[in-house]
Nanobody, 124 residues
Framework: QVQLVESGGGLVQAGGSLTLSCAANGRTFGTYTTAWFRQTPGKEREFVAAIQWSGSTYYADTVKGRFTISRVNAANMMYLQMNSLKPEDAAVYSC??????????????????WGQGTQVTVSS
């Protein structure tokens, strides 16, 4: 069982930057695929970025070039560096993990473990 805890959310002006962190408790990330998703009220959970244990990364087109996903396996930490933030990036951001994923890695249904989420607010 993996317990995920996000931190780092908050209020930032448009154009600003924010870094989210995700800590894994209970076991190591190991070979898990980990990802960030975001959700706004009334909308479905949206894929943001994913990273494999090998370091391969995947991004949603809406954040490519502005966000960077990374992780430190030895520390069981994952990060999301968010630059050039836009008002439409405002959402609850959640981290997720899965021991084995085949396919796109972009569907929430592919992930077994989730954090509680952290709010990101972007003022215009």
């Amino acid at each position: 069982q993996v317990q995920l805890v996000e931190s780092g959310g908050g209020l930032v002006q448009a154009g600003g930057s924010l870094t989210l962190s995700c800590a894994a408790n209970g076991r190591t990330f190991g070979t898990y695929t980990t990802a960030w998703f975001r959700q706004t009220p009334g909308k479905e959970r949206e894929f943001v970025a994913a990273i494999q244990w090998s370091g391969s990364t995947y991004y949603a087109d809406t954040v490519k070039g502005r966000f960077t996903i990374s992780r430190v396996n030895a520390a069981n930490m994952m990060y999301l560096q968010m630059n050039s933030l836009k008002p439409e990036d405002a959402a609850v951001y959640s981290c997720a993990a899965s021991p084995a994923i085949a396919g796109s890695r972009r569907s929430p249904s592919q992930y077994d473990f989730w954090g509680q989420g952290t709010q990101v607010t972007v003022s215009s």
